[in-house]
């Protein structure tokens, strides 16, 4: 079974632009989150999608948002990039079986400049 | 809301010898899980060992096994006949078993451990 996908690995953009990440589940797995990693604030819980619908959501701005796709596949979008929002993103999925643990994907490296 | 304590920064290990890496949280709750996830450079967070709170017996996987202390709300790992590739950024977290809490983790702020061959 093919893991958690994250496209692009890398990405550099510049203040003021936005940016979408995307992120395919493990196939048969409905539930997609979400985590920003920084060296100051380590990692933070953005939001989690479930069958289309945002289950939870972190304490980030709106600039952060988020969607799922009938087939699981997930984006996240942050409009008006900041310096602050350079981080790794990282994209976790599970089955619908609550004791079922999250997979992760490899991330995405965000630098903005 | 839960908070998840990692107390060490910093861990290191002699090739073939054990170590045990140190996680408190603090909840109201009394159903939730706990995971280790190992976080090599490669950047992927990979799950070590889980540990749901009802259990009352400690979990193993392999070389890694848990000390979960319920009531002192402590969940160590350790490490036995540790591996050079074991070397790698661990992390603490937890998920609680709260209907609306989803898949929500809560993560300490890691223990680098280094391995010394």
């Known amino acids: 079974k093919a893991g958690v996908t994250q496209t692009p690995r890398y990405l550099i953009k510049t203040r003021g632009q936005q940016v979408t990440l995307s992120c395919s589940p493990i196939?048969?797995?409905?539930?997609v989150s979400w985590y920003q990693q920084t060296p100051g604030q380590g990692l933070q819980f953005l939001f989690e999608?479930?069958?289309?619908?945002?289950?939870n959501k972190g304490n980030f701005p709106g600039r952060f948002s988020g969607r799922q796709f009938s087939n699981s596949r997930s984006e996240m979008n942050v409009s008006t990039l900041e310096l602050g929002d350079s981080a790794l993103y990282l994209c976790a999925s599970s089955a619908r079986d609550r004791a079922s643990p999250l997979h992760f994907g490899n991330g995405t490296r965000l630098t903005v400049t | 809301a839960q908070t998840v304590t990692q107390s060490q920064p910093e861990m290191s290990v002699q090739e073939a010898e054990t170590v045990t890496l140190s996680c408190t949280y603090d909840?109201?709750?009394?159903?939730?899980?706990l995971f280790w996830y190992k976080q090599p450079p490669s950047r992927q967070m990979i799950l070590v060992i889980r540990q749901e709170a009802y259990k009352q017996q400690n979990a193993t996987e392999n070389r890694f096994s848990v000390n979960f202390q319920k009531a002192a709300k402590s969940f160590s790992l350790k490490i036995s006949d540790s591996q050079l590739g074991d070397a790698a950024m661990y992390f603490c977290a937890y998920r609680s078993d709260f209907h609306n809490a989803g898949n929500m983790l809560t993560f300490g702020g890691g223990t680098r451990l280094m391995v010394k061959p």
């Open positions: 999608y479930f069958s289309e619908t945002q289950r």
């Open positions: 196939s048969g797995h409905r539930s």
């Open positions: 909840t109201s709750e009394s159903d939730y899980y």
